[in-house]
């Protein structure tokens, strides 16, 4: 829903107040970041919409919803010096979709709904243990992005509950694999560290739900869902991420898939999506807990 649209959603005595807002505002509305401009709007569909009120899955499925059409771009993250919180909403990959859609909602329960706010909900979802120290401080790995925010009473990573089975695999792609990596070419300083947390992730027991599984399992996954899809590259937990969404009584995802195309709900079923894709081994899922506010 883009602003016009919702302009026209409510009613035109609730738009007296806005209308001479927008006016007074109009001139600082032109010179604005767009990201705050869109962060913004997702704000104001969430007014509209009453969301605050709703349980947090719900909500983060009205902002993934939002997301639908924008375009993908692959290594919105990855830029050359200092490691810095890094704010794209006009374009997205398959994390920083999710995680968006995640952090938007964590903002509209908290009833904290400024730029301000949302950046620093997004620093503290983003980094491990919320702190920005370095390359190394980002959480990379879907597996320790969901452990992390476990920790921080985010998410709780519900892949083991649901029937998942260990997944049994060294992760070590990142320092196997440095010339993949923009930051880890420039800074070889930064491998040590990738490496030992590499290490500490090998130490934790790890659930997915194998794809052969994932259709007969799939009832206990709900709307807003984390989806975290697991694969057969060596070294790597998953490589892909996602929302979970259910359409006429069949679990789909919400992603932005590849480059060239944009932010859509799969158009088939979940596990006829895994099945298709070779590399896919099955999904590793986390819930968004109610944040205290």
């Known amino acids: 829903m883009n602003r016009r649209t919702f302009l026209k959603s409510i009613p035109i005595t609730a738009l007296i107040p806005s209308l001479f807002a927008e006016e007074k505002n109009a001139a600082a509305d032109i010179l604005s970041d767009p990201n705050e ?11 509209s919409l009453k969301l605050a009120g709703r349980p947090i899955n719900e909500i983060i499925i009205e902002i993934a919803k939002s997301f639908i059409g924008v375009d993908y771009a692959a290594g919105t993250l990855e830029t050359s010096g200092e490691e810095r919180l890094l704010v ?14 995640l952090v938007l909602a964590r903002c509209v329960k908290k009833n904290r709904m400024t730029f301000e706010d949302y950046k ?14 370095k ?3 980002r959480l990379h790995y879907t597996s320790d992005y969901f452990y992390d925010n476990e920790k921080k009473a985010v998410l709780k990573n519900i892949t083991k509950e649901l029937g998942g089975t260990r997944f049994k695999k060294k992760i070590n792609f990142m320092s196997t694999h440095p010339d993949s990596y923009f930051q880890l070419r420039e800074n070889p300083e ?7 947390q590499e290490t500490e992730i090998n130490k934790r027991p790890m659930y997915h ?3 052969s599984y994932v259709k007969r399992l ?61 590399k896919d ?11 205290k506010v």
């Open 37 to 47: 401009l869109i962060c913004r709007n997702k704000f104001d569909i969430a007014l």
């Open 190 to 196: 930064f491998l040590n560290t990738i490496s030992a």
């Open 281 to 291: 081994a099955g999904i590793m899922a986390a819930r968004a807990l109610e944040p």
């Open 120 to 133: 620093k909900e997004l620093q503290f979802v983003r980094y491990r243990s919320g702190i920005i120290d």
């Open 218 to 278: 799939a009832s206990g996954i709900k709307d807003g869902d984390i989806l975290g899809i697991t694969t057969t590259v060596k070294g790597l937990d998953c490589s892909h991420t996602g929302i979970a969404v259910w359409q006429t009584g069949k679990l789909h995802m919400i992603h932005a898939p590849v480059p060239g195309l944009k932010v859509q709900i799969t158009e088939i079923p979940l596990w006829k999506y895994l099945m298709k894709i070779k």
């Open 135 to 137: 390359y190394p401080s």
């Open 209 to 211: 739900i194998p794809k």
């Open 88 to 101: 794209n909403l006009q374009t997205l990959d398959c994390v920083t979709f999710f995680e968006n859609s």
